[in-house]
DNA sequence: CGACGCCTTGATCAACTTCAAATTTTGTGG
DNA sequence: CCACAAAATTTGAAGTTGATCAAGGCGTCG
């Protein structure tokens, strides 16, 4: 007995081998690609890994390819003359990473973890575009989801207090690891894919406010510092009460 | 004799009356429509005055309409339980307003001066949406455009001083006022769009701090303030520099 | 083991907020 | 056009939050 997306790929059989089984085709963009302009796209890729802190692209210069992200988290970064940084977006897999219609990179994207990516080359992304009002779609609805999520991360970055940022943070990594995540409300262990300076610049504030609010947020009962990457969190329902009011109770 | 623009209008004469002169048209994204998409699209536009505070949209209601802005500045913010308030985008005419594929507001728009704005029910748009490509690739560019704004306003929310995030607004405000200020670095004068209380809500600062740093920059000889809504600026290299160091010289 | 990177903790300090009040601007009706 | 009330802005003094500076602990990898 075959199940449907066996049959699928048996039928599309000039679906590219490193395609078949990508979780980009199915909840990323490729999944809005015909088997052919998949083929199209599958003669122009190339898989890579990265390690941890690797410049995956480096803003202000010329933007060469695109990519989709197979594993791991990118993270995007503006960076100002004195050095003062600011994380101002995180991809997850399936993420697709990059600014179609632009010449030049405003941000530079750096793997946070180990990063797998499959990139093509700009002028194929470009072509692929024009050709598929699927695929535009796509991309469209991703930019139009990375536009609420700033939007929602401004309120969090001129608003809240830093007790009220962390635990803002912890929620995000949650619900992009977990989607159902933020309904539930039972215990659910968190693997962060940033050390503090990283989530420091994703917060505006420096490691050691980072550090003082996450014991803060341990000695109220709210969360359990397992290891310095990987925290519990005893009620969701809590974690949100205290991105948002911090006072608790 | 005709210029091009007039021949235009007189071959197309089935553009809606109201539209032909309209910057949506040339600027915005009306100039994505065939004469013919223009006139259906014509057929359901409702053009309405708004004074300043009014409610456009309200958070976590339904979409009903989307609209063009004819003149004016509309403030998009998000609101906290206890009542914090943080402004999360400004749309300038002839900007786009609302976000399509969605059911609800997730932000609230509010006027900030007098606004004029050109309707449309969400179901025409939608249906324009899947006729036209055109038109789908314009709003995907504006979006773009929005998501690369909300993350350089993250670098100032997050990242920036008080005098640094005031210079910032400033800029801001002039560059979208005449595109062209960007590069010249001779005297404007700027017509804030926003009171106080609202460009605090913007910075992420409070109304005493917003003023405080203003009559700083007024001491250091970077701006005049000519009326509280309005400001004029020697010379917009030294804002500039006032926006990413604050320590002048 | 020892060095290095990362994280935590403590003490002090500066920036920004809060609270309070004065001053200016704006809008309205006579 | 002026007078007056309401709203917006500015200014001052005191209080908090988070930053900075400094030191120490933990874990990992050679």
Chains 1, 2 share one sequence.
């Not at 599958?42 to 692209?57: I, P, Q, V, W, Y």
């Not at 405003?106 to 575009?129: G, H, Y």
């Not at 695929?135 to 009220?164: H, P, V």
Request: glycine letters at 6%.
């Amino acid at each position: 007995m075959l199940t449907e997306k066996q049959r699928l790929d048996i039928h599309n059989s000039d679906v590219p081998v490193v395609c078949q089984s990508c979780e980009a085709r199915h909840k990323g963009i490729c999944g809005a690609l015909s088997p052919e302009q998949l083929a199209f796209l599958g003669k122009h890729t190339t898989r890579t890994s990265f390690d941890r802190e690797r410049e995956l692209a480096a803003n202000d210069t010329d933007i060469e390819t695109y990519s989709n992200i197979l594993s791991g988290v990118v993270k995007l970064t503006k960076l100002m003359a004195d050095g003062r940084q600011q994380i101002v977006g995180l991809q997850f897999a399936p993420d697709f990473l990059g600014r179609p219609f632009a010449e030049q990179n405003v941000v530079s994207a750096e793997a946070a973890t180990q990063v797998r990516l499959c990139s093509f080359p700009k002028w194929v992304i470009e072509e692929i575009i024009e050709r598929s009002p699927r695929m535009e779609r796509k991309l469209y609805q991703q930019t139009l989801r990375e536009l609420d999520e700033a939007r929602e991360w401004m309120l969090t970055l001129g608003r809240k207090t830093a007790c009220e940022k962390v635990a803002s943070f912890l929620l995000l990594v949650a619900s992009h690891v977990d989607p159902e995540a933020q309904t539930q409300s039972g215990m659910v262990t968190i693997e962060l894919p940033l050390k503090r300076a990283d989530i420091a610049d994703f917060l505006g504030l420096t490691v050691e406010t980072v550090s003082r609010q996450l014991t803060h947020l341990r000695k109220r009962g709210v969360v359990e510092v397992v290891s310095s990457r990987s925290i519990t969190v005893g009620s969701l329902y809590r974690l949100q009460a205290a991105a948002e009011s911090g006072s608790d109770k």
